[in-house]
């Protein structure tokens, strides 16, 4: 036309660089796809519905330096993130936190990129884990580094370090509560609602 467009008309139309070539795009007007070939190979195709991309692809292969996504992609195979501390950038977009997946100096971690990007998960090379916050198990908002709605299983011991020692023993039916702590080289058996020491044992073993 007058603007200097070229068109073309039919259901199905097959564009080559030359006769033989195996590169060629094909545009089906039947399917509403767009499809480009390598090698007679399908490698990227356009639909109604989104793009489908088959085959290894990289920002730098579509040659962009990033690349964003508007919608829902999926995944047939591996994503594979290449950099000196790769990381995997995930943002709600309801204003909630956000957190981001690093790998730096051999270390796995996740942080909350809305807390000065806090760590709050790590492992360590060695297979060792960092929790810095409390951790739940079976709830929802734990109060203590450790809180669990239920019963523990230990196979060991258990070792408790600190100027006074003490295990809290709390009924919920309302029965007399009692604390077991060690101060001063004096292991006690106490009951807390009455107040009153129940068993002391000092260390001439009296």
Request: hydrophobic share 35%; proline share 1%.
């Given at each position: 036309d007058q603007y200097g467009h070229?068109?073309?008309?039919?259901?199905?139309?097959q564009?080559?660089?030359?006769?033989?070539?195996e590169e060629y795009a094909?545009?089906?007007?039947?399917?509403?796809?767009?499809?480009?070939?390598?090698?007679?190979?399908?490698?990227?195709t356009t639909k109604s519905t989104g793009i489908v991309v088959h085959g290894t692809t990289t920002t730098t292969g579509l040659?962009?330096?990033?690349?964003a996504v508007a919608g829902v992609s999926t995944f047939s195979g591996d994503i594979t993130i290449t950099n000196t501390a790769p990381k995997l950038i995930l943002t709600?977009?309801?204003?909630?936190?956000d957190f981001r997946i690093k790998v730096e100096s051999g270390q796995f971690d996740i942080d909350d990129t809305t807390s000065s990007n806090a760590t709050r998960f790590r492992i360590y090379s060695n297979g060792e884990i960092l929790i810095p916050m409390n951790v739940?198990?079976?709830?929802?908002?734990?109060?203590?580094?450790?809180?669990?709605?239920?019963?523990?299983k230990l196979t060991g011991d258990i070792t408790i370090s600190s100027a006074a020692p003490t295990i809290n023993l709390t009924e919920t039916n309302g029965d007399p509560d009692y604390r077991i702590f060690c101060n001063?080289?004096?292991?006690?058996?106490?009951?807390?609602?009455?107040?009153v020491n129940r068993i002391e044992i000092n260390s001439s073993r009296t």
């Open positions: 070229f068109f073309i008309g039919g259901n199905l139309i564009i080559k660089s030359g006769y033989l070539t094909r545009m089906d007007n039947t399917s509403k796809e767009v499809k480009l070939f390598h090698n007679s190979i399908e490698k990227f040659g962009v330096t990033s690349l709600d977009t309801d204003n909630n936190s739940g198990f079976g709830v929802a908002n734990p109060s203590e580094k450790v809180d669990v709605d239920g019963n523990i001063g080289g004096i292991f006690n058996i106490v009951d807390v609602n009455n107040n």
